[in-house]
T-cell receptor
Framework: TQLLEQSPQFLSIQEGENLTVYCNSS?????LQWYRQEPGEGPVLLVT?????EVKKLKRLTFQFGDARKDSSLHITAAQPGDTGLYLC??????????FGGGTRVLVKP | DAGITQSPRHKVTETGTPVTLRCHQT?????MYWYRQDPGHGLRLIHY???????DKGEVSDGYSVSRSKTEDFLLTLESATSSQTSVYFC???????????FGPGTRLTVL
């Protein structure tokens, strides 16, 4: 079973601060997806990283895929209250399905 | 937004009763999934379908069954609900199974 571990589980910061969320595994993934979930809603895809060492930017969010394709990180610059939510990473598992990490709950206080 | 709905959105039931949750899509995607979400566990796959009448188990399939008689509908059944099945259930769809998954709004199930 391929496992994805996310850290930290919970992060509370003030508006304007930076934060980094980590997604780690002992397994190699051909790609990793990052989702954000807001309270009462389903997760929504933010980005997919495919190539080892790849860096993708989405406004103030920067996603990196590790060189060995076993880990990924999400960095948010100058966080805003609208960034509050549950961030989930997901990797491909056998059988055309995804395995999800446990999630990082981010709270950005105004 | 992807056309995916779940019904009911909320349900309270008693231990031992059968429960069926419905997922309906209008996107004609081949793959459909049922997940449960519990605090600290992220999303855990219950069952999934890769076509009409083609289904397979996920990591937490015990106590659950599924059926897919047509492309647009995927049903999740709890034959005899237990308190440990109290959770939020999400349905998701995907074109190829390895691309983006689109999630429904979720069903909050409480088993007393």
């Amino acid at each position: 079973t391929q496992l994805l571990e996310q850290s930290p589980q919970f992060l509370s910061i003030q508006e304007g601060e930076n934060l980094t969320v980590y997604c780690n595994s002992s397994s190699v993934f051909s790609s990793l997806q990052w989702y954000r979930q807001e309270p009462g809603e389903g997760p929504v895809l933010l980005v997919t990283v495919v190539t080892g060492g790849e860096v993708k930017k989405l406004k103030r969010l920067t996603f990196q895929f590790g060189d060995a394709r076993k880990d990924s990180s999400l960095h948010i610059t100058a966080a805003q209250p609208g960034d509050t939510g549950l961030y989930l990473c997901a990797g491909e598992a056998a059988g055309n399905k995804l395995t999800f990490g446990g999630g990082t709950r981010v709270l950005v206080k105004p | 937004d992807a056309g995916i709905t779940q019904s009911p959105r909320h349900k309270v039931t008693e231990t031992g009763t059968p429960v069926t949750l419905r997922c309906h899509q209008t996107e004609n995607h081949r793959y459909m999934y049922w997940y449960r979400q519990d605090p600290g566990h992220g999303l855990r796959l219950i069952h999934y379908s890769y076509g009409v009448k083609d289904t397979d188990k996920g990591e937490v399939s015990d106590g659950y069954s599924v059926s897919r008689s047509k492309t647009e509908d995927f049903l999740l059944t709890l034959e005899s609900a237990t308190s440990s099945q109290t959770s939020v259930y999400f349905c998701a769809i995907s074109k190829t199974g390895l691309d983006e998954q689109f999630f429904g709004p979720g069903t909050r199930l409480t088993v007393l």
